[in-house]
């Protein structure tokens, strides 16, 4: 092809000698020649295409600077809940990307509180049709069952929604859909990373079985991609591919229990969270309204085998109030504790659930999953030039992670101390709960809970608070029966 090149400048140079009336004859041969360039081009091109350096770091490269291949580069999404959805949503409204969006359970009911900050609804643009409910009351409920009632300094117009996953996971999946993206019903059951994907611009293969109608094993399809995100939960197939690490994790454990119209009236408004070493000994139970039922349930790191006897103690305590429903679903699924030691490998990069955003004391995640997938997607876009380039690991690293992290690392670390300090026995869960009965407390709670951000910078109150808090830990603990103890050293040294 160089060779050629030149002859074409020779022949351009000669023209400049030769006589006008020779000069269209010329011409029309290098024309000609120039046409038997094109085509031979092209059809070498094409022959490349199949060949396996096809999808080389310089093939790409040619072809997303403009050649007849007109190739785009690819990003496939796994999973498809929150993150995963509002992951494929940015990636589907770039022209130059194609996108796939993969989910192995279209009817998915992910066992979760399904509790949703207002910010998430306007900034989401969440229809409120997806809310259950809209809670403006909380009871706190004690280890010796005193009860504070909060939600005294919402606003008119604030709430936490309550949603069903089933609905709300359909609706941002569907979007996503509608702006472009390609949803498959599959089990993602292995991904082949290249040894060199840190370096080069090599494609990631996803082995998957897609659904199909009839079979329970479905067919085994194979796809090449350049770009991977995994928004696959705790138990993440590509968290695995990637070595991202392991990390503690917790069992959520909730049933769906249909109570009369009469006893759905107490939680019209009203949701309820018990403390207790009954309920759990490291995290809290709950009782949150739905559409026609409530969800109940609890959670633990520390003691998971006894998940079940813990299920049993917050029905017992939530007594009268859900007595003689009808369980019509249970649920359990693994939450995880903390960060994955590595959220990007390559162009790998997890989001959600499978990098481990999830707060403690309160364990909620939907907000965060679906922040992270927006994130992450916005980032790695404008890295790839509207499809024409691939990014580095370095990059992704320095947009995505460092500003999520920027962004809430601070929400992190406060609730990380606050679950160690309120949570840890039940003298401190007593004092919890009487601090809870402070209109500051209340008021830094729910205002860093629905807009996200860590308040609380009055520092008269926040000393005040410190003298408070001290002198309910020292009430509590005087108070407080001993927590039960317990033991299973094996399983307590399982991780994700």
């Given at each position: 092809?160089?060779?050629s ?19 269209y ?5 290098l ?9 031979a ?17 310089s ?53 979760c ?31 010796t ?5 909060i ?8 709430y936490i ?7 709300l ?47 329970a ?46 006893q ?20 809290y ?25 813990y299920?049993k ?17 249970v ?13 990007v ?13 999830v ?27 509207g ?57 830094v709670?729910?205002?860093s ?30 108070i ?7 033991s ?9």
């Open positions: 092809f160089f060779g090149t030149q002859a074409i400048k020779t022949i351009l140079l000669s023209l400049q000698r030769v006589p006008y009336l020779r000069y004859y010329i011409h029309q041969q024309l000609q020649f120039k046409m038997k360039l094109a085509i081009s092209l059809v070498l091109g094409s022959a490349a295409a199949f060949s396996p350096s096809a999808f080389s770091g093939a790409l490269k040619a072809a997303s600077n403009g050649s007849s291949m007109d190739m785009r580069y690819k990003v496939a999404v796994i999973g498809g809940g929150p993150s995963g959805a509002c992951a494929a949503e940015i990636f589907a409204q770039e022209k130059g990307i194609d996108t796939v969006l993969i989910e192995r359970k279209m009817d998915n009911a992910k066992p509180g399904g509790a949703i900050p207002l910010c998430m609804i306007g900034e989401f643009d969440i229809p409120e049709s997806t809310v259950d409910r809209k809670v403006r009351k909380m009871k706190l409920i004690s280890p069952n005193v009860e504070v009632d939600g005294d300094t919402l606003q008119p117009n604030e929604g309550m949603c069903r996953r089933e609905i996971d359909k609706y941002l999946r569907d979007r996503a859909i509608s702006y472009g993206a390609e949803a498959i019903q599959g089990l993602v059951t292995k991904i082949d990373v290249p040894a060199d994907h840190k370096e080069s611009e090599s494609k990631y293969t996803l082995h998957y079985q897609e659904f199909t109608e009839g079979s094993a479905g067919t085994p399809k194979t796809m090449d991609v350049d770009v991977v995100i995994g928004a696959d939960g705790a138990n993440s197939r590509v968290a695995k591919a990637m070595d991202a690490g392991e990390y503690n994790f917790a069992i959520a454990f909730q049933e769906r229990i249909k109570i009369t119209e009469e759905m009236t107490f939680y019209e408004e009203m949701a309820e969270m018990y403390v207790g070493d009954d309920v759990s000994p490291d995290f139970g709950w009782v949150f309204p739905k559409y026609d039922h409530v969800g109940v349930g609890t959670g633990t790191v520390v003691n998971r085998p006894a998940i079940k006897q299920q103690a917050i029905r017992d305590r939530a007594g009268d109030k859900i007595a003689g429903g009808k369980i019509i679903k649920e359990a699924h693994p939450i995880p504790e903390h960060y994955r030691p590595r959220r490998q390559g162009r790998m990069a997890l989001v959600g659930d499978a990098a481990g955003y707060t403690k004391c309160s364990g909620e995640g939907i907000y965060f999953a679906a922040k992270s997938g927006r994130m992450a997607a916005e980032a790695i876009v404008k890295l790839m030039e499809g024409k380039r691939l990014p580095t690991q370095t990059e992704i690293e320095r947009t995505y992670i460092a500003d999520y992290d920027k962004l809430y690392g601070p929400t992190y670390t406060v609730l990380d101390i606050l679950q160690k300090v309120f949570y840890s026995n039940n003298g401190a869960r007593e004092a919890f709960v009487e601090l809870c009965n402070s209109k500051y407390v209340q008021q709670t729910f205002d809970y629905l807009y996200k951000k860590v308040q609380g910078n009055n520092p008269l109150d926040d000393l005040k608070l410190l003298g408070e808090t001290i002198g309910c830990l020292i009430k509590g603990y005087a407080a029966e001993p927590d039960a103890e317990f299973n050293p094996v399983e307590s040294l399982k991780r994700l």
